[in-house]
């Protein structure tokens, strides 16, 4: 079989990495395609996954992203169909994406079957695209069909339990190097900073509460000791916060997940690293200001992430240990088998 896997932001590649190799264990070929934004490709050549380059972020206005989505999707449909005629004619039997809109398009006017998967449920314009246009559409259980439906995804979902970071986790295992190549103390406080997803359609307002959470940080690490690390997400927000005092500013794709685990609280704006942090028992607070989605309601319900209002709430404590004791592993082959069922009808 032939599987064309697309990606187009950092997290993408964390979870679609396990999926391309339970496909290629299986004797599967697997061509990936990448949008260069954010850390994608960094990510790309860290876990040495074969790959090419096809477009680029085109900013973050309606008409660029609408823009982006014609001019990529077109440019992928040109490089599938040089690939399936180097390839004597043998067409891709389905294509994948984690919220690609572009993949969609193109596998649509190739006529190839697609299935996407999202966790959160309120970027409207992404999912009308995409639920429409995809023949499964693979969601955690925590999202209600209901609030689907209008995207045009009835029967066509396909639900898997608990968080997808514990499935492309389920292998991952803490290493310390990544405290060495930032100079960080593990005697002292660690806290992980992701920025707020601002080129996001459903995110389209500064963050006020980051902004404190900022200001907090950076007393903490003089007066306290604290050592904040922030993790921007695109390069106009690291050039941003490159002047900011005290603040451990990564210049390049990193081992996030083990910095996360050896963290003593994860402060994020973003869905995926605070469920990264809850799949890894790192303690962690959201500040996003957005609609909540279903999964994070249950987790915050659970207790197992705290909605952060006021940055004057943030205590930093020292752990005692990493919370390898509360981690959930989870078979990534559970998500292959859904991502396949176009092809099972």
Request: net charge neutral; proline share 5%.
């Amino acid at each position: 079989m032939r599987v064309w896997i697309d990606l187009t932001n950092s997290p993408h590649v964390l979870v679609m990495r396990p999926v391309i190799d339970v496909l290629r264990e299986e004797g599967h070929e697997v061509h990936v395609t990448a949008r260069d934004f954010a850390q994608t490709l960094g990510l790309l050549r860290r876990f040495a996954l074969p790959h090419t380059t096809v477009g680029r972020h085109r900013g973050e206005r309606l008409l660029a992203k609408a823009t982006g989505l014609a001019q990529r999707s077109a440019a992928l449909t040109l490089w599938a169909r040089a690939n399936i005629r180097e390839a004597g004619g043998r067409r891709f039997d389905i294509a994948l994406g984690h919220g690609s809109n572009d993949i969609s398009v193109a596998a649509a006017m190739l006529r190839i079957p697609s299935a996407t998967m999202f966790d959160y449920e309120w970027a409207a314009v992404q999912h009308h695209l995409n639920c429409r246009l995809a023949a499964a559409v693979v969601v955690p259980d925590a999202i209600p069909p209901e609030r689907l439906e209008r995207y045009g995804a009835k029967g066509k979902m396909h639900a898997y339990a608990g968080l997808k970071e514990e499935y492309y986790l389920a292998d991952f295992e803490p290493a310390e190097a990544v405290l060495e190549e930032l100079a960080l103390d593990r005697t002292r406080s660690i806290v992980v900073v992701r920025t707020p997803p601002e080129v996001s359609l459903y995110h389209r307002f500064h963050n006020d509460l980051f902004a404190g959470v900022l200001a907090r940080l950076r007393r903490a690490a003089a007066e306290e000791g604290v050592q904040p690390v922030l993790l921007p997400r695109t390069d106009a927000q690291r050039e941003q916060l490159s002047g900011i005092p005290g603040f451990v500013l990564p210049e390049r794709a990193i081992d996030a997940q083990s910095l996360i685990s050896y963290a003593d609280l994860v402060v994020s704006a973003g869905g995926t690293m605070n469920r990264e942090a809850v799949a890894l028992g790192t303690p962690v607070c959201t500040t996003f200001e957005g609609r909540l989605g279903a999964l994070d309601e249950r987790l915050i319900a659970e207790h197992r992430l705290l909605r952060l209002h006021d940055a004057g709430e943030l205590v930093f404590v020292k752990r005692a240990g990493l919370g390898t004791e509360s981690r959930i592993r989870r078979d990534p082959r559970v998500l292959v088998d859904l991502l396949l069922t176009p092809l099972k009808a």
